[in-house]
């Protein structure tokens, strides 16, 4: 089963063990796979059969921040380094991290309000309330060394409305609880990140729970000062995780772990302990000192073994890798012949290249001050930020967690994209196909004219010709496309409990399409990626139908899980722009696969990051500015979502 790690209780968060797809329970290989009901893991990293959905790390365990470890830290060459080391950009379809779609979790309906004071209610346990916030540690002291600076300003007005003057209020936890009013609740309206910086009215409300007293915040809601702090110099404000970036195509830069093994560190280690956790470093002057052979891009395709069916597109030579005369990494596959004699059995990480590696992600973690865990490869971190320290290049990844940049690969976004509806334009073609292409159509026969790409997307007229029993449609920039060579939208009739005004989504699992409705007006459609089917019930992971609401929203939120059967396990931090309708099941952005237009995923709703956004943004209940999670209320019901086939 998926680990869960600290996330939001907001509406009664699932029990730790509790995998996107499955009810809660122990942790335990599964032969299922699907974010809703099936426990499937987002189109999982490597290609590898995957054992469930990728499952969001939401425990009601209280976030643990990482274990600081003090220690000589040498300036590095941030500046001369900065921006090289981002490994390969690979084409989207490359990395398809097999059929991991990313469902998210199986939370029970939400709970009653819990209310009263802290001591009262086992200093805050039973409400879901992360730890008090630690003072900054060692890894803060690190980034401002190296020169990291806070360079994101505060957001506090929607598009077009009135700037605000302040002040502001800094958030200090992981998940920093939002609550509808002046007191504690198991019921949370929102969250906000580390780091987030939002419109506050400085008049807290004290009360016996929270003596630093609850902050109202412009755009509504209530944050405990216990959790929070009007002082934006505070070194846990400054270097927080770095608001998502809500313009660009996805909110944060992701980057694929291209070899077992690769730490992920609670902080930067000093040479000597890079030598010592990273044994495939050689020291300079070693005999067997070579430079590092960076995998071609034809092994990095390879080592990915996209899912049966999915396209791999092109991908870029690498170009050399940013290291230093100090640390110099060699083969990725290479082993410390020295260890050997040591250890009568090498780390998993260390065994022969093509021997399978069994482990569980629990067997991943480390934690002894310096290194928190290991990736297996295909793992994905959602980078935070990029900087130079004792000569390496490294990312600070959004868990507060710090990854070598020389072990990593930057892919290529997905540039599928549908399209807007409207003046009279009701439905869309979008070609799936390799090789289409526009049609003109005559009384005789119709005649082939110019190629057009895949994922192509163009509004229709309605109007069909059948020419020799093949179905030609008319585009509203005249000319025709082949029935065999595209998908179209055709969505059902506007469900009860919808008003003639509201908003709701419409997904055909048979077309792969989604239009989004405003009453019976569509206004965007685009190519959806639903859960595979097989008659093989350990492989059938069908994308449930029905009408749903929107029950939460997260603007990323970490999934990962074990394998089944000897699989390795899978994680993908931060999947953006989640949206759960119905258990684990959710609509969510894919980067890791470019295959839209085809069955896929888990059980999810894959769309491209584009897409994804923007309904993100469309849909109700609305992310206030500064939020990155948002949960539904009776006042403020999530949009409908009808899934039919």
Excluded at 137 to 159: C, F, I
Excluded at 188 to 213: E, N, S
Excluded at 287 to 305: G, H, I, N, T, W
Excluded at 371 to 399: H, P
Aim: glycine share 12%; charged share 25%; proline share 10%.
């Amino acid at each position: 089963m998926a680990r869960q790690a600290s996330q939001p209780p907001g509406r009664a968060p699932s029990r730790p063990g509790t995998r996107p797809g499955h009810e809660a329970g122990p942790r335990r290989p599964h032969a299922h796979g699907g974010p809703a009901g099936r426990g499937s893991r987002p189109d999982a990293p490597e290609g590898r059969a995957t054992g469930g959905e990728a499952s969001p790390r939401n425990a009601r365990t209280p976030a643990r921040g990482p274990r600081q470890a003090s220690g000589p830290a040498r300036p590095g060459r941030a500046s001369a380094l900065v921006g090289a080391g981002v490994g390969v950009l690979l084409g989207a379809g490359a990395i398809v991290v097999a059929s991991h779609t990313s469902a998210c979790r199986a939370d029970p309906p939400p709970g009653a309000s819990i209310e009263g004071d802290l001591a009262a209610a086992g200093g805050g346990a039973e409400l879901g309330l992360p730890p008090p916030p630690a003072p900054a540690g060692d890894l803060d002291k690190q980034l401002e060394q190296a020169g990291v600076k806070d360079d994101t300003p505060p957001v506090a007005s929607a598009a077009g409305e009135q700037p605000y003057g302040g002040p502001w209020l800094g958030a200090l936890a992981d998940k920093t609880p939002v609550y509808e009013t002046a007191r504690f609740s198991s019921q949370w309206q929102g969250y906000l990140r580390k780091g987030a910086k939002v419109a506050v009215i400085d008049k807290p409300i004290r009360t016996a729970a929270c003596r630093q007293g609850f902050y109202p915040l412009v755009g509504g809601g209530y944050v405990c000062g216990k959790y929070a702090t009007l002082d934006l110099g505070d070194a846990r404000v400054r270097l927080g995780i770095r608001a998502p970036n809500l313009d660009a195509a996805l909110p944060y830069r992701y980057a694929y772990n291209n070899a077992h093994g690769t730490p992920l560190y609670q902080v930067v280690p000093t040479p000597e302990q890079m030598y010592a956790y990273e044994p495939y470093l050689k020291k300079p002057g070693a005999k067997d000192d070579k430079p590092p052979k960076e995998p071609s891009s034809a092994e990095v395709v390879a080592s990915a073994a996209p899912d049966a069916g999915a396209d791999p597109l092109p991908v870029a030579s690498a170009p050399e890798p940013a290291t230093s005369r100090e640390v110099v990494p060699a083969a990725v596959d290479a082993t410390d012949a020295g260890l050997a004699e040591e250890e009568p059995e090498k780390p998993w990480w260390q065994k022969p290249k093509g021997e399978q590696v069994n482990v569980t992600l629990k067997d991943l973690d480390e934690h002894d001050g310096v290194i928190a865990k290991r990736m297996v490869k295909g793992f994905f971190i959602a980078i935070d930020r990029t900087f130079g320290l004792n000569s390496r290049i490294w990312y600070k990844s959004t868990s507060g967690l710090v990854a070598p940049a020389d072990r990593m690969i930057i892919p290529k976004t997905p540039e599928t994209r549908g399209i807007v509806l409207g003046g009279g334009v009701k439905a869309a073609g979008f070609v799936v196909a390799q090789r289409a292409h526009k049609y003109a159509v005559d009384a005789k026969r119709p005649k082939r004219g110019d190629k057009l790409p895949r994922h192509f997307a163009v509004g229709l007229t309605g109007r069909t010709e059948l020419y020799d029993k093949t179905r030609y449609r008319e585009t509203v920039d005249g000319y025709w496309l082949k029935d065999d060579e595209i998908t179209y939208t055709e969505p059902g009739e506007r469900p009860g409990g919808v008003g003639p005004a509201e908003k709701w989504i419409d997904v055909n699992l048979s077309k792969k399409t989604l239009v989004a409705f405003e009453g019976d007006t569509p206004a965007y459609a685009a190519l959806v990626s639903p859960g595979k089917r097989s008659s093989d019930k350990r492989k059938d992971h069908r994308t449930k139908t029905g009408s749903f609401r929107i029950r939460e929203k997260h603007v990323a939120i970490t999934m990962d899980g074990d394998g089944i059967a000897g699989d390795a396990p899978y994680s993908i931090e931060d999947v953006p722009y989640v949206e759960y309708y119905d258990g684990s099941y959710a609509l969510h952005a894919a980067f890791w696969h470019d295959n839209f237009g085809r069955e896929q995923s888990h059980g999810c709703v894959n769309l491209a990051p584009e897409d994804a956004k923007h309904i993100f943004m469309w849909t109700d209940p609305a992310l206030p500015p500064g939020w990155h999670g948002v949960w539904a209320t009776g006042a403020r019901p999530g949009s409908m979502v009808v899934i039919h086939e």
